[in-house]
C-alpha cells in the first residue's frame, strides 16, 4: 500500500517550490512570488522577481538571465571597472569622491 508520505530524498525546502511551464521560472509557494533559477559556473543561483503574477515574472525572467549568463561568459571574473560602466549605463553609479562627478 502507498503512503502519501514523501520520500527521504526530497526535503521540505525543496516542496515549497513549484514547477512552472518556462525553463528557469519557479515559484516560492509559501508567498507566491515568482523566482528566476539558473547555475553559473555549478553554482545555483536564484533570486526572486518581486513579483506574484506570471506574465510580469516572464518579462522579468529575460532581464535576470541576460544579467547572469554574462557572468557566465566572464566566468564571473568581472572587473571593477567593467562593474562601474554598467552601473553607469543603467543609472546607477554615484560616484562617492567629488572630484569625479560632473558638473
Known amino acids: 500500500m502507498k503512503s502519501n508520505v514523501p520520500s527521504p530524498t526530497k526535503r521540505k525546502a525543496d516542496l515549497e517550490w513549484a514547477k512552472t511551464p518556462y525553463p528557469n521560472l519557479i515559484r516560492y509557494k509559501p508567498c507566491g512570488n515568482y523566482f528566476g533559477r539558473v547555475r553559473v559556473n555549478g553554482k545555483l543561483i536564484r533570486r526572486s522577481l518581486e513579483t506574484h503574477i506570471l506574465t510580469v515574472a516572464k518579462l522579468k525572467l529575460s532581464d535576470f538571465l541576460q544579467d547572469h549568463r554574462s557572468l557566465a561568459i566572464n566566468k564571473g571574473e568581472s572587473v571593477l571597472g567593467e562593474i562601474i560602466i554598467e552601473?553607469?549605463?543603467?543609472?546607477?553609479?554615484?560616484?562617492?569622491?567629488?572630484s569625479l562627478r560632473q558638473p
Open 87 to 98: 552601473m553607469i549605463k543603467k543609472d546607477r553609479w554615484i560616484p562617492l569622491n567629488s
